[in-house]
């Protein structure tokens, strides 16, 4: 039952809220008449007048506390959960692009791509259509061609499980192209699984959706000018970059910053990858052998990736361990980035580095955050590549005397800048200095994950990680 509290007049609570506040909230009772059920109101004489001055401020005191309740219980509820509603950095793209061709997007499981399909770019238009081929009703619509006749948006989402998917779309989109946009989205590179045997050709703009990331988290991500100086930032998001690197950038884990849900969430990424995306698609005689890879890849971040040794370790063959990497890049579940392969030094000729879109798994702390920043750098490569058009890549420095720098990202071939990870070592890295001069880096800088700094000592500029990450996509 709800109360008005009684002075003659509406509760602030109904004219904030439009109603009154409940019971729990009003825990002082200052008589049988200062609280009154319904919509009438107590009374009191002359005099009682000494009680009705205590009563008004006893009451302008509960309505306070009962006011700030019902904020942090909105905010609790409502504004941790619409953080992962807010406008992802692709949703200006993607609108943009869906005017001229289809636009597909592809990322790994749960990094939001349904959510900024359905809730964040569907919100743009006034009848969009949303359809998951792991639905049985919605498969049977897709099937039947069977779309809505004032939808002006199609949605088709993981229907690259379908084997036929391209040249399906393919006849669709040819057919209806000046009735409907359609919008594909998909937990598989779907740039790479061409079994319908049709090309897409200059038909649609593909996108690849990563995690969140300190620019897109605080706000000020905006695209770097290529081949300039990154724009960092002057503020300090040091608390930010502790909870991106503790829970990762995947939306459920990171908003709810809980250890327990991070386990679960863990393990249900996992399952769900095997049992559900790659099953669908792949045929795997052992699927646990590539369940134990997949076990075994988390301690072997940031290194060179042996083969060889993977193969002796599961006890098959190394045409297998191929495969399966490559499927599970291709579920972008990791990614590889191999060394830069110049004409002026000795450099290593093979042997990528891996790193895995989920940081979070990782439990070295050192591992974990140069996989952090490998990831930050990809987005930003991608986002170039997919959006702006550069021939944008992110490479190592590694050469047969084993100097060594953890990221070089080069356009049109060109080295850009180049990125030394520390967690608080400041001074320079000799590789640093070796490879800016010997391959003319324009800029170089040594991140590290200590807060507070930002120097620059002979043309190497030492920065902390959120200020650099900042600067970013």
């Not at 779309?147 to 229907?159: R, T, V």
């Not at 291709?330 to 110049?342: D, E, K, L, S, T």
């Not at 050192?366 to 490479?395: C, I």
């Amino acid at each position: 039952m709800r109360y008005l509290l009684t002075n003659g007049r509406p509760s602030f609570p109904r004219l904030l809220f439009g109603c009154s506040l409940p019971t729990a909230y009003c825990p002082l009772d200052f008589g049988p008449r200062t609280l009154v059920s319904g919509q009438g109101s107590g009374h009191r004489t002359a005099d009682d007048w000494p009680c009705r001055v205590f009563c008004y401020q006893a009451k302008n005191i509960a309505i306070f506390f009962a006011f700030t309740q019902i904020f942090l219980d909105f905010y609790s509820r409502t504004c941790k959960n619409s953080f992962m509603l807010k406008d992802r950095y692709l949703t200006k793209c993607i609108l943009e692009d869906l005017v001229e061709k289809m636009v597909f997007v592809g990322g790994a499981r749960q990094v939001g791509k349904t959510t900024l399909a359905k809730e964040i770019v569907a919100s743009h238009f006034s009848a969009p259509c949303y359809f998951n081929w792991d639905s049985r009703n919605d498969r049977r619509m897709i099937m039947r061609s069977d779309w809505p006749g004032n939808a002006d948006l199609i949605i088709l989402d993981e229907i690259h499980k379908y084997k036929k998917w391209k040249s399906f779309v393919k006849g669709e989109y040819d057919t209806l192209k000046d009735r409907f946009r359609f919008m594909i989205a998909g937990s598989a590179r779907l740039d790479l699984y061409r079994k319908g045997g049709d090309s897409m050709q200059g038909r649609y703009h593909y996108y690849r959706l990563h995690p969140f990331s300190m620019a897109e988290l605080t706000g000020g991500h905006r695209v770097p000018a290529i081949l300039e100086e990154l724009p960092l930032s002057s503020k300090s998001e040091n608390d930010m970059l502790l909870s991106l690197d503790r829970f990762g950038g995947f939306p459920e884990p990171f908003v709810k910053q809980n250890e327990r849900t991070l386990r679960r969430w863990h393990n249900d990424k996992i399952d769900r990858l095997f049992r559900e995306d790659i099953r669908d698609i792949q045929q795997i005689r052992d699927m646990a052998g590539m369940q134990l890879l997949c076990d075994m890849l988390p301690d072997r971040v940031a290194s060179l990736l042996s083969v060889n040794g993977l193969r002796e370790d599961l006890e098959v063959s190394h045409r297998a361990v191929t495969n399966w990497l490559n499927i599970l890049e291709a579920f972008y579940y990791c990614f590889r980035i191999y060394p830069f392969v110049g004409k002026d030094y000795r450099s290593l000729k093979k042997g990528p580095k891996l790193y895995l879109m989920d940081w979070s798994e990782i439990r070295d702390e050192a591992k974990r955050f140069e996989n952090l920043m490998a990831s930050h750098l990809l987005k930003l490569v991608h986002f170039l590549y997919d959006y702006e058009g550069y021939r944008t890549n992110l490479n190592f420095l590694r050469n047969v005397d084993k100097k060594e720098v953890d990221f070089l990202v080069t356009a049109d071939q060109k080295p850009w800048f180049a990125v030394e990870v520390k967690i608080n070592e400041t001074k320079v890295s000799p590789s640093l200095h070796y490879y800016k001069e010997k391959l003319s880096i324009p800029y170089c800088y040594q991140v590290v994950k200590k807060p507070g700094v930002d120097r620059l000592v002979k043309g190497v500029r030492v920065v902390s990680a959120d200020r650099f990450l900042c600067g970013l996509i």
